[in-house]
Nanobody, 117 residues
Framework: QVQLVENGGGLVQPGGSLRLSCAAS????????MSWYRQAPGKARELVAG????????GYADSVKGRFTISRDNARATMYLQMNYLKPEDTAVYYC??????????WGQGTQVTVSS
């Protein structure tokens, strides 16, 4: 059974940083592309970043380029999202998902990120 567990969300001031993690189990993590999405209140879920199975290919939404960094540790079956220079508009529930550039995938339960002074 596929399980994705996100951690690391919280309340942070504008300009601050957070590091999200996604611990994966129940599938072959090392051969799966992975991605981070987010959903703000009243808005559609959007792709934030994706990473290929070996980390050699990475992509970001324009809104987070230069501020967020996606990475993975296949030995630990864990994916990360380092978020720097956070803005109020980054406030959302952040989800990890199996697959990148794929039509379907499994979702984690999400972790809330709130950027506010």
């Amino acid at each position: 059974q596929v399980q994705l567990v996100e951690n690391g969300g919280g309340l942070v001031q504008p300009g601050g940083s957070l590091r999200l993690s996604c611990a994966a189990s129940g599938f072959a993590f090392s051969i799966s592309g992975m991605s981070w999405y987010r959903q703000a209140p009243g808005k559609a879920r959007e792709l934030v970043a994706g990473i290929s199975r070996d980390g050699s290919s990475i992509g970001y939404a324009d809104s987070v380029k230069g501020r967020f960094t996606i990475s993975r540790d296949n030995a630990r079956a864990t994916m990360y999202l380092q978020m720097n220079y956070l803005k109020p508009e980054d406030t959302a529930v952040y989800y990890c998902r199996t697959g990148w550039r794929a039509a379907t995938g499994h979702w984690g339960q999400g972790t809330q990120v709130t950027v506010s002074s």
